[in-house]
């Protein structure tokens, strides 16, 4: 059964349901425990389970991160909260030059299975250093994997599986997804960390979007439809390891394609999109350029104004998705 959960509940009941699940599980970062998270997605957990499992650490990224990977490699399965995902940069040398390569280094004779959760993005005024979407740095890294769910249900499934892969995983939150409510199965289950999904079927265009973008690509595909212009949208959930089939499938339908994502446009994941788009079959069945729409290459203003023109919103995606359609015909 189904029941109707905001995207922090969703995250916090997969905690939840993990730690009663396996000992091994616990909780630790900044402000996790008596404040219950920066953005209330851990509260209840220090009341439930004690100072030994979920744990309030100082405000130190670098050891968040390698305490994260120390524990993995001794057995247990951490769950890490970094506050803001720019912060994130404190703790590089752990992730990028330990935990994503030792299983590799060893030969396999080891497992570093440890989840980092970490909320990211614009849209709440809080300026150039708590705004950021870094996600693409980690993509990069052979050896990380890197979750962006979208809706609840895909937040609370993609957690349990992260916490049960053998491997170290980014699981980046969109601070404006917390309160968004969608239908969120029961009980235990876990979602694959390597499955695309179709998020609206369409015939006319297709838009890759990833994190708070899908919501967004779903809104303007609404609008669209009142139009005649029927959207495809696409949404990978998991950036790396990457499901392409679904896209290059939705890409060779449609003829059209329109890459969304809330990071900077130099260097981001619609480059990678796009490439893979290309060298692939669906390339032959194009009838328009590949298009991307992506955040400025500013840092985040702290201007309420300015910030949300320098990210993607509804009209601009329904914008940019008719361009696509007419400058094909």
């Not at 650490?57 to 057995?75: C, H, M, Y």
């Not at 449609?254 to 130099?266: M, Q």
Request: proline share 6%.
């Amino acid at each position: 059964m189904s029941r109707e959960l905001t995207y922090a509940e969703a995250i916090r009941e997969a905690i939840d349901l993990a730690m009663a699940r396996d000992e091994r599980v616990f909780l630790f970062g900044e402000d996790v425990g008596v404040y219950g998270g920066a953005f209330g997605v851990t509260e209840g957990l220090y009341q439930k389970y004690g100072p030994e499992r979920v744990r309030d650490t100082p405000i130190s990224e670098a050891v968040i991160a390698g305490v994260a990977t120390g524990a993995a490699l001794t057995g247990m399965r951490p769950i890490a909260e970094i506050q803001f995902m720019d912060f994130i940069t404190l703790s590089m040398e752990q992730l990028v030059l330990q935990a994503a390569k030792l299983r590799f280094m060893l030969g396999g004779k080891v497992a570093v299975p440890f989840v980092l959760r970490t909320p990211a993005g614009a849209g709440t005024g809080a300026a150039a250093q708590h705004s950021e979407s870094l996600e693409n740095w980690f993509v990069h890294v052979p050896g990380l994997k890197v979750v962006m769910p979208s809706t609840p249900a895909d937040a609370k499934g993609l957690l349990l599986g992260a916490i049960e892969d053998p491997n170290p995983v980014i699981f980046v939150e969109h601070k404006l997804l917390y309160r968004v409510k969608g239908e969120v199965p029961e009980g235990y289950y876990t979602l694959p960390l390597s499955r695309s999904q179709v998020k609206r079927r369409g015939r006319d265009v297709t838009v890759v979007a990833t994190s708070l973008m899908v919501q967004r690509a779903l809104e303007a595909a609404a609008q669209l439809a009142a139009e005649g212009i029927e959207v495809e949208v696409v949404d990978p959930c998991t950036l790396k390891p990457l499901d392409s089939d679904p896209i290059v499938r939705s890409v060779v339908k449609t003829g059209r394609v329109l890459i969304v994502h809330e990071a900077c446009k130099t260097g981001g994941f619609g480059g990678e999109v796009a490439a893979l788009i290309a060298e692939s079959e669906a390339f032959d069945f194009l009838d328009a350029p590949i298009r991307r729409l992506a955040g400025l290459d500013i840092p985040v203003p702290y201007n309420r104004e300015l910030e949300r023109r320098m990210v993607p919103q509804v009209d601009d995606i329904a914008a940019a998705a008719r361009r696509l359609v007419r400058e094909a015909c």
